[in-house]
């Protein structure tokens, strides 16, 4: 119902804040409240889950942060306070890159994710999380077509590994599109 609310954080708590916003305090759980500062206005991005037991507002600095939150919930066996945990304890980058790369021994160090539900997490999400991998230091001075070549194969199901191994070849072709880019990286991830 909402995508974000602006006004002024009246409270950070170690689980939430509360943002005023005309004359109405919203309390949103938040996995990183303290990036908030106490009267100072912000911007929140927000996702309202409704049950059976009541109504919460979750609130997010980016709206990349909110969208990796639904990606968790639609994981079986992840609710919105085990989404939340998981968020606090690693950044966003980390997080998807470790989903990414399927490493379940990794995702168990959060709290509430045994093998199964990390193992669970990796099935759901492997692929779908490429918007959220950071580009690296070592692909920033790349044209910006091979860039988003080398996100497309990663959302593909490359391993970060398989592509950081191309890259170089890839960096070296003259300039193409990122379609171009693709057909020539997937031709030497097929050669191997």
Excluded: W
């Excluded at 950070?12 to 009267?39: A, H, Q, R």
């Excluded at 049950?51 to 600095?61: A, N």
């Excluded at 379940?104 to 759901?124: C, E, H, M, N, W």
């Excluded at 999400?125 to 077509?145: E, N, Q």
């Amino acid at each position: 119902m909402y995508e974000y609310l602006k006004g002024i954080v009246t409270k950070v708590e170690p689980s939430y804040i509360v943002l005023e916003v005309n004359g109405v305090g919203y309390k949103l759980y938040s996995p990183t409240p303290y990036s908030y500062t106490e009267n100072k206005e912000a911007t929140v991005y927000v996702e309202q889950i409704v049950r059976d037991t009541g109504i919460t507002l979750y609130g997010f600095v980016k709206s990349e942060d909110k969208e990796l939150f639904l990606k968790l919930l639609s994981v079986s066996g992840i609710g919105p306070k085990s989404a939340l945990a998981i968020m606090a304890a690693e950044d966003s980058d980390s997080l998807a890159s470790a989903i990414q790369e399927g490493e379940v021994k990794y995702l168990t160090r959060f709290p509430g994710v045994g093998k199964k539900t990390a193992s669970q997490i990796v099935l759901d999400l492997k692929g779908k999380l490429g918007d959220y991998v950071k580009k690296s230091a070592k692909t920033a001075d790349l044209p910006a077509s091979l860039q988003d070549a080398l996100l497309a194969l990663i959302a593909l199901g490359y391993t970060q590994k398989e592509v950081d191994r191309i890259t170089p070849k890839l960096a070296k072709l003259p300039e193409n599109t990122a379609d171009g880019y693709i057909k020539e990286a997937l031709g030497l991830l097929l050669k191997k």
